[in-house]
């Protein structure tokens, strides 16, 4: 059986190996570090990445915190003990450049005793999805292929169930619309007849190894491309649909809030400039409108 012990140990590790990573992919800024602890049990480290060549502003974070459910947190949880251990790394990333696409990540276990100490309720969650603030047609394929690939590894199910399942995800309801062009999320994934738990931790490690490759090949398609004024402000009105399903939709936000957890940590993923243009309307034939019109569920990418 996989200690609780060994999957910090493991998201710690690659919390380390992306921050790594992004800061030679933006060539100038270095990632902050802060190191935290929470009131109740557990704590993380923060780690914040702003005002690079490329990388506007990012974290990746890691936590693993433990202590007392708080009852709201329960009932939605439907479980019936107030025990809990949490772990994971959770990253957003806003770049600078209209072209190249917002990114996020999460990878997360989540334990609590149960009346039989032997079988504890357990499960893995996690997800990538991406937010481009103009839809690549090209892009959005390679994005999907990667993670396809990525679950293909461990069950073929996999890719088209998380699809389907962060299309309905990550929608705005109060706009019609896709937060982006989706990826893949689960939840609450454990074990059965036809997959492991040590195959479930080597997929959430997987998924985790696959951001960087994925991001670095999507950053440089685009980071030398042209912009104008125009597309940076279409690049902000995207961020402010980005914050708010964030703020209002978001169920680690959401959890992160009401278990006490770091304000900054949680809210890290706001980014640092957007813009709420009153009753925007794109231009018919627009590149802007047609990004509008594949903010959608249900498009075969793969």
Not at 73 to 80: E, G, P, R, S, T
Not at 153 to 181: C, L, M, V
Not at 193 to 199: L, M
């Amino acid at each position: 059986m996989i200690s609780k012990d060994e999957i910090s140990a493991a998201y710690r590790l690659i919390q380390d190996e992306i921050c790594i990573a992004l800061e030679q992919l933006d060539g100038n800024a270095k990632f902050e570090e802060e190191k935290w602890e929470r009131e109740g049990g557990g704590g993380g480290r923060t780690r914040i990445i702003q005002n690079g060549n490329i990388l506007e502003k990012g974290g990746v974070n890691f936590s693993a915190v433990h202590g007392q459910l708080p009852a709201g947190v329960k009932k939605a949880l439907n479980v019936k003990h107030d025990e809990f251990f949490a772990t994971g790394v959770s990253i957003v990333i806003h770049p600078n450049h209209p072209m190249v696409p917002i990114i996020h990540m999460n990878i997360r276990y989540f334990e609590m005793p149960s009346a039989d100490s032997a079988n504890p309720v357990r499960w893995f969650g996690g997800g990538i999805d991406l937010t481009p603030h103009y839809v690549l047609e090209d892009d959005a394929k390679f994005f999907h292929q990667s993670l396809k690939a990525v679950c293909d590894q461990f069950n073929h199910d996999f890719y088209p169930r998380f699809k389907n399942w962060a299309d309905d995800y990550f929608y705005i309801k109060h706009r019609n619309e896709t937060r982006g062009i989706g990826g893949i999320f689960y939840d609450r994934l454990t074990a059965s007849d036809t997959i492991s738990w040590e195959s479930i931790f080597d997929f959430s490690q997987a998924l985790g190894r696959s951001f960087i490759p994925t991001y670095i090949n999507l950053v440089n398609r685009n980071r030398n491309k042209r912009f104008n004024e125009g597309q940076q402000n279409w690049q902000y009105q995207r961020r402010s649909r980005y914050t708010e399903f964030n703020l209002v939709y978001d169920a680690g936000t959401k959890f992160g809030l009401e278990t006490n957890g770091r304000i900054e940590s949680i809210l890290m993923s706001l980014p640092p400039t957007a813009k709420w243009v009153y009753n925007y309307q794109a231009q018919p034939g627009s590149e802007e409108e047609k990004t509008l019109s594949l903010l959608k569920k249900g498009i075969n990418w793969a």
